[in-house]
């Protein structure tokens, strides 16, 4: 009897390691999965007040936006989403007394932050086609612009989901300068019925972001 009972003991406890092991194993695929809204919600709690958590009708105050180096509050309207090779990021599209104000929120190491000046003409760049086509086969090079000096830093295919909507999907090519001195950035974006924009934009830190409210929601 006592060695009928030690196997049932060993059965019991085989069974139960088992299911702990198929627990912690479907537990850290789903961690490792991520969400698909730009891979930064899940990685803190909802409820905390960061740049990652905000949505529609949240609202936060940037410092030292521009060349003015003024201070605003930002209200969101909409988050929308970007994927390249399964790198995801996104843009909080939001209202200001400035007028509209669109901030990237990119997460690596660390997040990097980087708002949207302003937004003009591919012929105000003074940057042809062929030097644009030359950058990509060399991975290299550089134009001026308004005096400040860029040099290409990156390009290739993206999508863009609006509203992180995955069946509202574009297509576009991009190509990234930053200035000489780093507090500059010029961003090239083709899109897929040939229109082209350009976006001149400034990097932030993390300090100059303070997020008051996440969502709309009460």
């Known amino acids: 009897m006592e ?56 609202v936060y105050g940037l410092r030292g936006f521009g060349a003015e180096m003024k201070d605003i509050d930002v209200q969101v309207i909409a988050r929308h989403t970007y994927e390249e090779q399964g790198w ?28 949207s000046l302003r937004r003009f003409s591919f012929a105000e760049l003074g940057v042809t086609k062929e030097q644009l086509t030359e950058f990509d086969e060399m991975e290299r090079g550089g134009f001026a612009f308004e005096g400040t000096e860029y040099a290409y830093e990156d390009s290739g295919d993206a999508v863009f989901h609006r509203n992180g909507d995955r069946t509202k999907s574009e297509r576009f090519y991009y190509w990234e300068f930053e200035s000489r001195d780093g507090t500059g950035l010029i961003s090239v974006e083709r899109w897929a019925d040939g229109s082209v924009e350009v976006h001149l934009s400034q990097p932030l830190k993390s300090s100059q972001i303070t997020v008051y409210a996440n969502t709309g929601a009460a």
């Not at 092991?21 to 999965?33: D, H, L, P, V, Y």
């Not at 990021?89 to 669109?102: A, D, H, I, P, R």
């Open 88 to 115: 995801q990021w996104f843009e909080l599209e939001g209202e200001s007394e400035l007028g509209k104000v669109w901030l990237t929120v990119e997460e690596d190491d660390e997040t990097e932050l980087s708002v």
């Open 3 to 58: 060695f009928l009972l030690v196997l049932v003991l060993i059965a019991i406890a085989a069974g139960a390691g088992y299911m702990i092991f198929k627990a912690n194993r479907n537990g850290a695929g789903a961690a490792s999965s991520g969400p698909a809204d730009g891979g930064h919600r899940g990685r803190y709690r909802p409820d905390e007040l960061r740049i990652e958590n905000v949505g529609p009708g949240g």
